[in-house]
């Protein structure tokens, strides 16, 4: 054997290597019927986990439900409450946040189910920032708030929770509106329902709306 070999950290694994199998060898071979009780044992295990576990039932179908997007379905619907959709245009919607930042927090979402800006329809981008201008009227005669993050999360490495279906976030906000209670509990005051923000917006569109 060249001497370079012997010092070599390669060979030195392999040798342990070779050790270890025959150590295992032998105790298969001292111990083989509980080799295969624990064989056996492993395959039962598996199969109660992966086969017969009806409490993951619900689980899977609660993942089922929550794969259909719920702006297409209220894209599909007509207006009311339950799907927090309190406007409709041609290509456009205006839904209320379910778990708003602030009060009035609204998502104004083109009904075709689109999640790249570019791929919406030359008609229906048009049609979704006239929306966007419609809801910052509503929010600013309704709120008359001291001013508005309006943004769109595109993809969700963006912080997008619904990244399928485009959805603009329009947010108004008050001058010391963000105090230390959202950020010692990541929690948010809101002072309104959201059944009163949405008869605010419903009053406004029926009355302001084209
Ligand atoms: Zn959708």
Known sequence: MSEWLK????????????????????????????????????????????????DRYQYVRDKKKSSSCVFCEAARQD???ETLCVYKSTHSMILLNKFPYNSGHILIVPQSHQGHLLSLPEVEYQDLHQMLKLALAATESIYSPSAVNIGLNQGRAAGAGLPDHLHYHLIPRWEGDLNFFPLIAETKAVVETLEQTYKKFRDYFLENAP
């Open 79 to 81: 207006l009311h409450f």
């Open 7 to 54: 010092g070599d950290p390669l060979r030195k694994k392999k040798v342990s290597r070779a050790s270890l199998k025959n150590q295992k060898t032998s105790s298969k071979k001292s111990s083989g019927q509980s080799v295969k009780k624990a064989s056996s044992a492993t395959t039962a295990t598996l199969v109660k986990k992966v086969l017969f576990r009806p």
